[in-house]
């Protein structure tokens, strides 16, 4: 029995003298609301949207502008006023696609009253005027659909900001960490913020890469959402922020074992980046000093820039080596079959990366896929046997 039955039901049996009010209410705590958006009706929405979008491109050209607006503007307040009522007085879910419809509705207005007036913006403005618009839904409905669909189109604009016009768009960052960072604070979940650091990961890339900047400056912004994850005082759903940094930071320190040779030691720097990353490191190893797990250190060895000092490729091998093992031994200490699983499945990746960057061009190809997987085979045996242990407290 769902919580909608139960609240009908329940209220029936207070009536028969069956329960109080007070135990019904002790029965409905037990069933917590279903606030999620049914993935069927999203859909629907998305379709109809595109379907709107669809037949208004095909037929634009032979309407006036005076029956375009009104089109546009018809369609809008149609779907916005039934969705409103829908959600205020009978389905929820129902009504936040309709209200998600007249949101694609508002966004392709702003784009095709642009063409019909000939209005050009070499900017991601109409990316800004359409997140704004579902900015203002998100306050006034307050669910987390719409925070998603903010999401996406402010994603959206920063990657057209990028490649259409090689820049990011200040605004856009601007509601992005003010405005939704606000909000996932606020009222967050794991999910929503494990999407929200996804998004963050994109527009730094689109930002680093616009301005033509180098790589390493993704080190920085990574290393502040991994502080972020860390606050002290800040919500637990946050510390989803850090598994992501980790996660990117671990990639960049992949590539770099590709990228970078002996010579790395020639790439370009700034003063300012090492001064800012200084900053941000020791704070990083004083917070992780003061928490009560004392090995989040672990984590920080991958934010160690390496691309300065001759042989970048190997340090960046070790890094990745000394992150795996450190999370491995620490799991067995502390017997955390998490810890262990995130350190072996680390472990696995550097030791193919280390085996494909230096014997892919002294060995045979077959023997090389042939020697490859037999040593994985072997590194996975003794580490998922460890595991087990971990996990089953068995004696090792």
């Known amino acids: 029995m769902n919580r909608g039955q139960l609240e009908k039901e329940s209220e029936r049996w207070v009536k028969d003298g069956v329960i109080t009010s007070g135990q019904r209410e002790q029965i409905l705590n037990h069933y917590e609301k279903k606030t999620g958006h049914p993935v069927l009706l ?40 039934t969705g409103a009522v ?43 005027v359409w997140s704004l618009a579902c900015f203002g839904l998100l306050l ?58 996804l998004s963050y990961i994109i527009q730094s890339m689109v930002f680093v890469f616009s301005y033509g900047w180098s790589y390493y400056w993704l080190i920085l912004l990574f290393l502040a959402l991994y502080i972020v994850s860390h606050l002290p005082y800040g919500q637990l759903h946050l510390r ?59 984590d920080l060895v991958l934010f160690i820039p390496v691309f300065r000092i001759g042989a970048g490729d190997l340090l960046s091998l070790l890094l990745m080596f000394v992150y795996s093992l450190g999370w491995l031994l620490a799991g067995y200490r502390k017997e955390r079959a998490d810890w262990v699983m995130k350190g072996t499945v680390a472990f696995l990746i550097t030791t193919f990366v280390a085996y494909f960057q230096l014997a892919w061009a002294f060995m045979d190809r077959s023997i090389f896929f042939f020697t490859g997987g037999i040593l994985l085979f072997i590194l996975s045996y003794f580490l998922e046997k460890k595991r087990r242990q971990v996990k089953g407290g068995e004696p090792s």
């Open 42 to 81: 999203t859909f629907a929405a998305l379709f109809i949207g595109l379907g709107f979008l669809t037949f208004i491109a095909s037929n634009w050209s032979a309407l006036s502008d005076l029956v375009k607006m009104a089109i546009i503007l018809f369609f809008l307040l149609v779907f916005y006023g």
């Open 240 to 298: 989803t922020f850090g598994s992501i940094a980790v996660l990117s930071i671990f990639t960049v320190n992949l590539f770099q074992v590709f990228l970078l040779g002996y010579e790395s030691n020639d790439v370009e720097y700034s003063n300012f980046f090492f001064l800012a990353w200084s900053i941000l490191f020791l704070y990083a190893v004083i917070q992780s000093a003061m928490e009560s797990t004392k090995f989040n250190w672990i």
């Open 86 to 128: 829908l959600y205020q007085r009978r389905s929820k879910p129902v009504g936040l696609s309709f209200i998600i419809i007249s949101l694609c509705v508002f966004g392709a207005g702003i784009f095709l009253t642009g063409q019909m007036y000939h209005f050009s913006s070499f900017s991601a403005f109409p990316f800004l």
């Open 140 to 197: 006034v409905f307050k669910e987390s659909i719409l925070f998603l669909a903010a999401l996406v189109i402010v994603t959206a604009g920063q990657i057209y900001s990028g490649i259409t016009y090689q820049e990011f768009y200040i605004p856009l960052g601007i509601l992005f960490i003010a405005g939704l960072g606000w909000v996932l604070y606020k009222n967050g979940n794991r999910l929503l913020t494990g999407l929200f650091a």
